[in-house]
């Protein structure tokens, strides 16, 4: 076997082991999400601009669609199904004509803050699949080769979301996002 | 805030993260995916179900279903449509006859081998994200906080499909999986 052939080789083996683990890690996680969600008849597409919302005040549709790794249409057609329930507002910025921003309502607050306090992680796979590491380390995992992987693929302004907003909702971290 | 608030923000906040770096996984995996196997008029579950077959020969529909973390009726119904191509044969086994069994044919084993061949990392997003780490540690990742928490959650004979199996279908170890 000569070494351009080990090398696809080994591409291959790696493009099959992190396609396995990821497909496995979605899965779970889209099924986690939608028993947690059901009470309150949203589906996780909807869910993800209200948590995106709720983090970045005002975000526009294509911050939606960035940090929830959707289409800007996905984003979009969600985002109205939302408003037509009352749950978030469409507005135009006076010195930004081109983009659509949301904003959630008060309805869309408080039923988001709800689902938080649903969150049960007695019923999450990926907590009971976790918690061995947790009481291992002491801490949740860092998974710090999937997040340098992920960081290299959709950039730092990506992982700002994952690694510098709590859901405390704190301003100050949003400031820093929003004028980047 | 006491114990009991901090440690739900707690899960909250890795909830947030994993389900964050999840999703960027997999969707750059599943457009990286349906590029590679553009030109072969598949799908990825029909991709998937012949890369499975390819490696456990004679596999029943719910292996395919297990280790390609999808519905038995989606394993059936892709399963279906690639005989129908005439590339996978059904069949029942004299000692086991609940079972529907699964086999690549002569075109769709050629078929999953030149789409081996077309596998290019240079058009692979994953593979860019990961080839620093790659260039860093002489090696691909192992990831191994993440294949933990999938072991936890899907079972050490889930793994198998990830650890032992090489591309070049080898034998020895198809037989091992298969005794379990």
């Not at 948590?51 to 984003?75: C, E, N, P, Q, R």
């Not at 306090?117 to 061995?132: C, D, L, Q, R, Y």
Request: contains cysteine; aromatic residues 10%.
């Amino acid at each position: 076997m000569n070494d351009h052939v080990s090398s696809i080789n080994e591409y291959l083996l790696f493009c099959k082991r992190i396609t396995q683990l990821s497909k496995a890690l979605w899965k779970t996680i889209e099924k986690d999400w939608q028993q947690w969600i059901k009470p309150f008849d949203l589906n996780i597409n909807e869910h993800h601009i209200l948590w995106i919302s709720y983090h970045l005040k005002g975000a526009s549709i294509s911050d939606v669609a960035k940090f929830g790794v959707m289409h800007v249409s996905t984003a979009f057609n969600f985002s109205k199904k939302l408003e037509e329930r009352g749950l978030l507002e469409f507005s135009k910025k006076e010195n930004d004509k081109r983009n659509t921003y949301i904003q959630l309502t008060d309805k869309g607050k408080d039923i988001f803050e709800q689902s938080l306090k649903a969150f049960n992680p007695e019923n999450s796979s990926i907590m009971h699949g976790t918690m061995p590491l947790h009481d291992l380390y002491g801490k949740f995992p860092d998974l710090i080769e999937l997040t340098t992987m992920i960081r290299n693929i959709y950039g730092t302004d990506f992982m700002s979301i994952i690694d510098n907003v709590s859901i405390d909702n704190n301003d100050e971290k949003h400031d820093a996002i929003e004028q980047k």
